[in-house]
């Protein structure tokens, strides 16, 4: 593998990990009688950005490890 096999791989890595920041949930404390706190759903549990684009850039980046990881291997089987 090569110094451009690590780079495409590392922005695959990049993007799951951004996909992954975006639809990570956000909740809401409240405080029940008796101390007891319950997490509720943040008003944004279904955002279009959790539920469309965060999908979508994790996707991208799945797919672009596999370019990352073949990139050159035909240079290298004719040699």
Do not use: E
Not at 33 to 57: K, N, T
Request: overall charge positive; some cysteine; proline content about 9%.
């Amino acid at each position: 593998m090569t110094k451009t096999n690590f780079i495409i791989i590392a922005a695959a890595v990049a993007l799951v990990v951004a996909g992954f920041t975006l639809m990570r949930p956000t909740t809401d404390v409240k405080a029940r009688p008796g101390g007891h706190h319950a997490a509720a759903p943040g008003p944004g549990a279904m955002a279009p950005q959790r539920i469309r684009v965060a999908p979508v850039v994790c996707l991208a980046g799945y797919v672009l490890v596999v370019p990352g990881i073949l990139w050159g291997m035909g240079s290298h089987a004719k040699g």
